[in-house]
């Protein structure tokens, strides 16, 4: 809990003083994917796509358009499975993947569900690769419809803010549209985390994820 809520020694959001907000997606590549990116080129946003492998593997076509686009793409996993879940051994296999596997340069691991175990972070580290979460999340997984949830999106969205969407859920799109609208309206651009950049979530700013997460 404390791993997913507090975040310390994890990538969080950016500077508070930047005028870039980072879109993120989970879980694809899916069908889903051609839409978000027509739409985000549309607005000339970029977006970061952490992508399982078990869907990069049922569309690799889909995973090669993310990769000869403009956005980011970092891994969400070999499995979609909450770390508690996984042996050690099976975690390990999990934070070693990555769509990107062998280029230069960090590579990001986002827990599915945010989770930890006590060995995420060690392993990590072994591994290579730095944790991404996120402050700001836009529950498109809810039954709730796109108005209402970019509604309340936007009132949590800071400068420097990291957003969780999900590649796949109908309302995505349309969620994402009001969500680029309101971002404008209000001088943000969407940018990828690497342009963001993310900051390392530290002691301070760990307490105050805890107390947005369980207090605020």
């Keep these: 809990m404390l791993g997913r809520a507090a975040g310390w020694g994890a990538l969080g959001g950016g500077p508070q003083d930047s005028d870039r907000v980072a879109l993120t997606f989970d879980d ?3 069908p889903r994917t ?3 990116l027509e739409i985000l080129a549309q607005h000339t946003a970029r977006a970061t796509f952490f992508v399982t492998a078990p869907a990069c593997e049922a569309h690799p076509e ?4 993310l990769l000869d ?5 970092e891994a969400h ?7 508690m879940l996984l042996t050690p051994w099976q975690e390990w296999a999990q934070i070693g993947w990555h769509p990107r596997a062998g280029q230069t340069g960090p590579l990001l691991y986002r827990p599915p569900y945010g989770g930890h175990s006590p060995l995420t972070l060690p392993l990590t580290w072994l591994a290579g690769r730095q944790i991404a979460l996120w402050d700001v999340e836009g529950r498109d997984w809810t039954d709730a419809d796109a108005p209402t949830l970019a509604q309340q999106t936007l009132a949590r969205i800071r400068p420097g803010s990291v957003v969780l969407l999900h590649d796949g859920p109908a309302v ?3 969620l ?3 969500l680029l ?3 404008k309206a209000r001088g943000l651009q969407a940018s990828t985390l690497a342009e963001l950049p993310m900051q390392r979530i530290r002691l301070r700013q760990g307490l105050k994820r805890v107390w947005a997460s369980y207090g605020g």
């Design 62 to 65: 889909l995973l090669q358009k």
């Design 28 to 30: 694809g590549p899916s």
């Design 34 to 36: 051609p839409e978000l």
């Design 172 to 174: 995505t799109p349309e």
């Design 69 to 73: 686009s403009p956005h980011q793409v």
């Design 181 to 183: 609208e309101g971002l």
């Design 77 to 83: 996993g070999r499995w979609h499975r909450h770390a």
């Design 176 to 178: 994402l549209t009001l």
